[in-house]
Nanobody
């Protein structure tokens, strides 16, 4: 199996940028597609972005309007989420997850391995 640990969260102002990182350990990193999800207080967990094993295919939630970008560096066993033009509604706990699946990467049930999450708070 694989273990994942998120970092990079914090308190920022609206309009700022932030980059989250997710470091993986355990089995070979490039065996797994990686996903980012977020959960705001009192709301369900939502899909944010996903990236295929090689990084060739990337998926982002339409609601983000192109503000977020997922990437990975397989040499560093790390996946990133670059978040630009942050808004107060982006405030949430952001989770990184890993899956051996090849399809339906926007579905949280596809991911057996999850990190503990990192808090992102955007003030207005």
């Amino acid at each position: 199996q694989v273990q994942v640990v998120e970092s990079g969260g914090g308190l920022v102002q609206a309009g700022d940028s932030l980059r989250l990182s997710c470091a993986a350990s355990g089995r070979t990193f490039n065996w797994y597609a990686m996903g980012w999800f977020r959960q705001a207080p009192g709301k369900e967990r939502d899909f944010v972005a996903a990236i295929s094993r090689t990084g060739y295919s990337k998926y982002h939630a339409d609601s983000l309007e192109g503000r977020f970008t997922v990437s990975r560096d397989n040499a560093k066993n790390t996946v990133y989420l670059q978040m630009n033009s942050l808004k107060p509604e982006d405030t949430a706990v952001y989770y990184c997850a890993a899956t051996p699946a090849l399809i339906d990467l926007s579905k949280d049930y596809q991911y057996p391995y999850w990190g503990q999450g990192t808090q992102v708070t955007v003030s207005s």
